[in-house]
């Protein structure tokens, strides 16, 4: 079982910057995906961005692509969101995510352990 628990959330104005960490407890193994979903108000869980556990594949959205950089720490089972140049649309409640596959985290159906989520919100 791993247990996936965020931090780092909160209000930031419009073009500043927060980093976000999810601390994994249990075993996270080579073979698997981590990475961050988010959800704004009113609208479906999106796909945010990934990492291959293993090192060697990371995967960004498009509305994210140039700002934000997901990050791992095996030793420490931590993984980090380093968001830049943040907008008001950015603003949702952000959520740690693993997958049992080294091929990418699919879709929210294809998630194997949610964190309960951070919020994040972006002023204009």
């Known amino acids: 079982q791993v247990r996936l628990v965020e931090s780092g959330g909160g209000l930031v104005q419009a073009g500043g910057s927060l980093r976000l960490s999810c601390a994994a407890s249990?075993?996270?193994?080579?073979?698997?995906?981590m990475g961050w979903f988010r959800q704004a108000p009113g609208k479906e869980r999106e796909f945010v961005a990934a990492?291959?556990?293993?090192?060697?594949?990371?995967y960004y959205a498009d509305s994210v692509k140039g700002r934000f950089a997901v990050s791992g720490d095996g030793a420490k089972n931590t993984m980090y969101l380093q968001m830049n140049s943040l907008k008001p649309e950015d603003t949702a409640v952000y959520y740690c995510a693993a997958r049992r596959s080294n091929i990418g985290l699919g879709g929210p159906g294809s998630v194997d352990y949610w964190g309960k989520g951070t919020l994040v919100t972006v002023s204009s």
């Open positions: 249990g075993s996270i193994f080579r073979t698997y995906t």
């Open positions: 990492i291959s556990w293993s090192g060697g594949d990371i």
